[in-house]
């Protein structure tokens, strides 16, 4: 199937950029992007088109279908599409919105980071929603009269995508910058890895089921959450190892581990190497304590 994109109202406002090698190849930057007014006559079909795209929906009612669904776009909402794949939208009658289509080496890692806790459209704080929507003018500014340098382009496209979580506050959605079990969990955990610490006693202290914490910190994390303590213990090893004398032995035991069998293999299963082959590849070690 062809793409098909309609022509919004006059008076909408459209530009383009072009990153240089140098932002491309390691930061966040703007493609296109504009603030758009419409009538229901305004739709749009594309098999892919190589970018994310964010959007501020200001007033009416549109749609987006991707992935077999569709979402209701209504004045408030924000919304994320991976444009990489098959996907339309348009407007329900009267719409305006503010949209921005991006990429960059972490644009993947922002988009997946986002979708899997807000979804692909979220209700954010009115805050929030205004403190986008400066960001997208902002950038809209810079990219027209091209006062903009592209490293500050990179800086706002990563508030703007970080925003929405550490902001907190939305109506569809339990993240809580803080406050999150992830966060929480990671917190406990860091302060207690030295001792004995089991998923159990984790889950107990957030007050939740172990299996209901197990999904919920993979979901939010990606990992379980023995693979993150086992993480902190074996970074802790790793500073002692190269700062102190201390035998292996010590360190295991100091990091939480509870036998230097155990630490040893744990350490060489992480890392490729024993305890002691790290500690020699580091160079010497203080004499410090």
């Not at 924000?78 to 289509?101: E, I, K, M, Q």
């Not at 960059?104 to 807000?118: H, K, V, W």
Request: glycine content about 8%; overall charge positive.
């Amino acid at each position: 199937m062809r793409s098909y994109i309609s022509e919004p109202l006059s008076g909408s406002v459209t530009c383009f950029h072009t990153a240089t090698p140098k932002i491309s190849a390691g930061f966040l930057y703007p493609l296109c992007l504009g603030r758009y007014q419409c009538d229901d006559s305004y739709h749009v079909y594309r098999e892919s088109y190589d970018s994310f795209l964010f959007m501020l929906i200001l007033d009416g009612r549109g749609y987006l279908k991707i992935d077999g669904k569709t979402h209701q776009l209504t004045k408030g909402c924000a919304v994320l599409v991976d444009c990489y794949r098959p996907h339309s939208y348009g407007a329900l009658g009267s719409f305006s919105f503010l949209w921005l289509h991006f990429d960059g080496a972490t644009a993947r890692n922002y988009y997946s980071y986002l979708t899997e806790r807000l979804g692909q459209v979220f209700t954010p704080s009115q805050k929030s929603f205004g403190s986008m929507k400066l960001l997208i003018t902002q950038l809209l500014s810079g990219v027209l009269d091209g006062t903009a340098p592209e490293l500050q382009m990179a800086c706002w496209i990563t508030q703007l995508l970080t925003l929405p979580v550490l902001d907190g506050d939305f109506s569809d959605s339990e993240v809580s910058y803080g406050s999150s079990l992830s966060q929480r969990a990671c917190g406990y955990m860091r302060s207690r890895y030295q001792n004995p610490l089991s998923v159990d006693e984790v889950a107990s202290f957030l007050s939740v089921s172990t299996c209901h914490f197990i999904r919920q910190f993979k979901k939010e994390t990606g990992m379980t959450p023995h693979s993150y303590l086992l993480s902190v213990r074996i970074n802790s090893a790793k500073f002692y190892l190269k700062t102190t004398s201390d035998s292996v032995k010590e360190i295991g035991f100091r990091c939480g581990f509870q036998s230097e069998n155990h630490f040893c293999i744990s350490f060489k299963k992480a890392t490729g190497m024993t305890p002691s082959g790290y500690r020699g590849s580091a160079g010497e070690v203080s004499s410090e304590r």
